[in-house]
């Protein structure tokens, strides 16, 4: 059993940036890959990005890419998303999510998930 729990989300004006956090506890951290998801009001649960369990290999959506990074702390059992140049196409609630399998985009393949939090961009 793994708990996740999401924190750094807020109220952002359009360009600025914000950085999420997901601590997990529970069993092994390193040996589960993870990722992050959201979802905006009215819209399905969609993948923003994912990590291996070292950190080593990333995966991004492509209305993410070069904005958003993820990374990974397994030390501190935590997983971060970095996310830059925010606009309001990027307000939804943000969910963290662990899984076995590596680079995976469907919210199916992740077995545990956070209670999300809100991000939210002015424009």
């Known amino acids: 059993q793994v708990q996740l729990v999401e924190s750094g989300g807020g109220l952002v004006e359009a360009g600025g940036s914000l950085r999420l956090s997901c601590a997990a506890s529970g069993r092994i951290f390193s040996t589960y890959a993870m990722g992050w998801f959201r979802q905006a009001p009215g819209k399905e649960r969609e993948f923003v990005a994912a990590?291996?369990?070292?950190?080593?290999?990333?995966y991004y959506a492509d209305s993410v890419k070069g904005r958003f990074t993820i990374s990974r702390d397994n030390a501190k059992n935590t997983v971060f998303l970095q996310m830059n140049s925010l606009n309001s196409e990027d307000t939804a609630v943000y969910y963290c999510a662990a899984g076995r399998r590596i680079g995976v985009r469907a919210a199916s393949d992740y077995s545990y998930w956070g209670q999300g939090t809100q991000v939210t961009v002015s424009s």
């Open positions: 990590i291996s369990w070292s950190g080593g290999t990333t």
